[in-house]
């Protein structure tokens, strides 16, 4: 907890097996700017990693959820948050020095609910470079075209803590964005700060846009949702967590694949001039 008077902001931190990657984002947080109060909670989700330890000797509040899923871990920290803001992110994001700043700036205006900003990817794939920064752009023309936002990132969003309807904890993926922006529409005018972004990995991409499409998108995040309304309480399972060993494997096989595509469109083009 950071010393400057009464907790107003409380950041709020899911986690589940995130040993590696907590100390850079806790150490983010630590170094914000923020001239306020606040704490970080980081939510240990029934880790079997030391990611409740990594956070304790870091300086977070560590509690417990263990029932499985981002929501549940979520509304934990939001259940037990002390600011009167609860700001959410994620375990593998680090943040720039002025971001709890900005976020607090907004809520000046008593009709500003939730604020939200945009996320970059660290080493990304080519076309994970190209496309989340325009789906980002469009969400920023349409805010100032329409005042509306149609998507908010859950590793770059703040809301007021009274009022706030809390989390569906039967939704696993999707539940902490889609299914969150429904539910804080209703609660005042949102925000959208393009100039906040924040840095997550890119480990959920780097299978390949064909998987991020079909598999992460389209079935754990987009199913999900859909299902979600047509039977309630019936969750589909949780998307498997991803780690730096299967990011190093991924990417090996696509260094192989790039590598023999090359010898074998060289091979064709030597055969081809050879035959002239």
Same mark, same amino acid.
């Given at each position: ?6 907790? /107003? ?6 986690? +589940?097996?995130? *040993? ?14 923020? *001239?306020?109060? +606040?704490?970080? =909670?980081?939510?240990?989700? $029934? ?7 990594? &956070? ?18 979520? @509304? ?18 680090? !943040? ?43 969400? *920023? ?16 969003? $703040? ?34 700060? &393009? ?7 890119? /480990?959920?991409?780097? @299978?390949?846009?064909? !998987? ?9 995040? *987009?199913?999900?949702?859909? /299902? ?17 060993? @299967? =990011? ?24 081809? +001039?050879?035959?002239?």
């Amino acid at each position: 907890m950071r010393a400057g008077g009464s907790v /107003r902001l409380s950041v709020v931190v899911p986690a +589940y097996n995130e *040993a590696d990657y907590l100390p850079a984002t806790l150490a983010s947080l630590f170094q914000q700017d923020y *001239a306020g109060g +606040y704490e970080v =909670i980081v939510v240990d989700n $029934a880790s079997t990693d030391d990611t409740a330890g990594v &956070a304790a000797r870091l300086g977070a509040r560590v509690l417990q959820e263990t029932t499985p899923g981002v929501c549940a871990a979520r @509304q934990r920290g939001a259940d037990a948050a002390l600011g009167a803001v609860v700001v959410s992110t994620d375990a593998d994001t680090v !943040h720039p020095t002025d971001w709890l700043t900005r976020l607090d700036a907004h809520f000046a205006d008593p009709g500003v609910a939730p604020v939200a900003g945009p996320c970059r990817y660290a080493d990304a794939p080519w076309w994970a470079r190209v496309v989340p920064p325009l789906w980002f752009a469009a969400i *920023a023309v349409v805010h100032r075209m329409s005042g509306k936002v149609c998507y908010l990132t859950a590793t770059n969003v $703040a809301f007021r803590r009274v009022g706030f309807p809390g989390y569906d904890t039967t939704l696993t993926q999707g539940g902490d964005e889609v299914d969150l922006l429904r539910r804080l529409r209703g609660c005042g005018r949102i925000v959208w700060d &393009a100039g906040n972004p924040v840095c997550t990995s890119s /480990r959920r991409m780097d @299978q390949g846009l064909l !998987h991020t499409l079909l598999v992460s998108f389209g079935y754990h995040y *987009a199913l999900n949702l859909v /299902r979600s309304r047509l039977a309630p309480g019936r969750p589909m399972t949780v998307a498997p967590p991803i780690r730096r060993e @299967q =990011i190093a494997s991924s990417r090996r096989r696509r260094r192989r694949w790039r590598t023999g595509s090359a010898l074998v469109v060289l091979g064709a083009v030597l055969t081809r +001039y050879r035959n002239r």
